[in-house]
């Protein structure tokens, strides 16, 4: 780009993330009134955030002001050799600095990245069930919708806050169940779960496995006991009163049994990362039935990206690139805590990433990119991107 607009100062400051941990706010100016400001959740702990900040303040800044605005890959490179300082703070100042420029070219963040090319929406997969929330009481990591079936973002949101809101009434239903020995041992494993998610999406009036779909993030590897070989599950054991745990080769059964079940598209982290003879057996077992065009384990067609890991813009479109060239689509993940910054979305768009996994809509932190997703869509029309799972 021709244009030359020297960075004037960076400012990185400490704030608080959904959860009430320390996350970043950068700010990034420019001339006499150009402001681009970011805010990343905290992955590190608070010390380590303070020392980044302080890091980026009597070091790093010096080396980026006088930088040219608009050479984003230049300032990200720079900021990706340093990689002492915490991954959110340099994502901050990388987002930060998108921003300014995008403003002072009066553009929205999406088509300053993506140009003329940014054209889709991501498809969304959106938490309906969090495994480490009490009231859910499951051994899975996450439970998620996947409204493939619905064509606009607009009608994805309001299916997944209708079904949300009945589902959170079954949940509190079953939890405040007293008695009913044999029910409640029924209802102990994570089948139970998908059982009541299943029926809240039908009485919302949607049909499951043409309009709703399932994403399971099984989460085996917190479940996966190393010296025993087995995965144990807690929730499930405490519900039934004995313990529970399942051999490799149970799992893959009782996996495969929960996708004959209900509408899963797709299952995530099903077995311990270091297994793949087990990850491959799976995979078979999915391959052999009639509908295995719906399911897929994820690495095998589809590719997740955490935020947590991107250091840069510049970095997650690059790693996007990659991905694409190998034929895989792409699920760029959601954090657990969140900011109000919807810089991700506008990345997202910009960069042609097919799916995105999103809070529950009752959350302000993920509201705020569902709202980002509806102006969006205004602009750019019902287009989303590749179902990937």
Avoid: W
Avoid at 38 to 61: D, L, T
Avoid at 316 to 324: F, I, P, Y
């Amino acid at each position: 780009m021709d244009i030359c607009l020297p960075i004037r100062d960076i400012y990185v400051r400490k704030i608080l993330d959904s959860g009430g941990s320390p996350a970043v706010e950068a700010e990034v100016l420019a001339g006499e009134d150009i402001v681009g400001t970011a805010s990343v959740a905290g992955q590190k702990g608070e010390q380590e955030i303070e020392a980044g900040i302080e890091q980026m303040h009597s070091q790093i800044a010096e080396e980026l002001i006088g930088k040219n605005l608009f050479e984003q890959e230049e300032i990200d490179h720079l900021l990706e050799k340093r990689k002492e300082i915490p991954q959110e703070v340099s994502l901050a100042v990388s987002i930060a600095t998108a921003r300014a420029a995008a403003g002072k070219l009066k553009l929205s963040l999406y088509r300053y990245l993506g140009g003329t090319h940014a054209l889709k929406l991501p498809a969304l997969l959106i938490l309906a069930a969090d495994g480490t929330a009490e009231e859910t009481e499951m051994d899975f990591r996450e439970l998620m919708l996947v409204p493939k079936g619905i064509s606009s973002v607009q009608g994805q949101i309001r299916a997944a806050g209708e079904i949300d809101s009945l589902f959170r009434e079954a949940l509190k239903k079953r939890n405040g169940r007293e008695g009913e020995p044999d029910r409640k041992k029924q209802d102990a494993a994570d089948g139970g779960v998908l059982k009541l998610l299943e029926k809240a999406v039908e009485e919302a009036g949607y049909q499951c496995g043409k309009e709703i779909f399932f994403a399971v993030n099984a989460g085996a590897g917190r479940l996966y006991e190393k010296q025993s070989g087995v995965y144990r599950f807690p929730a499930e054991s405490r519900r039934c009163g004995q313990r529970v745990e399942r051999s490799r080769e149970e799992l893959i059964e009782y996996l495969t049994r929960l996708t004959g079940e209900y509408p899963i598209s797709l299952l995530e982290d099903p077995l311990y990362r270091e297994d793949r003879e087990g990850i491959q057996e799976l995979e078979k077992k999915l391959e052999d039935r009639e509908d295995c065009e719906k399911k897929t384990v994820l690495g095998r067609r589809s590719v997740m990206i955490d935020p947590g890991e991107i250091y840069t813009l510049t970095e997650l479109s690059e790693r996007v690139r990659e991905v694409t060239e190998q034929g895989k689509g792409i699920i760029l993940c959601r954090q657990r805590k969140e900011t109000e910054d919807a810089a991700l979305v506008d990345a997202a768009v910009a960069f042609g990433i097919g799916q995105m996994k999103l809070g529950s809509p009752g959350c302000l932190e993920a509201a705020v990119k569902y709202n980002r997703l509806l102006k969006l869509e205004e602009k750019l029309g019902k287009s989303l991107g590749t179902d990937c799972p």
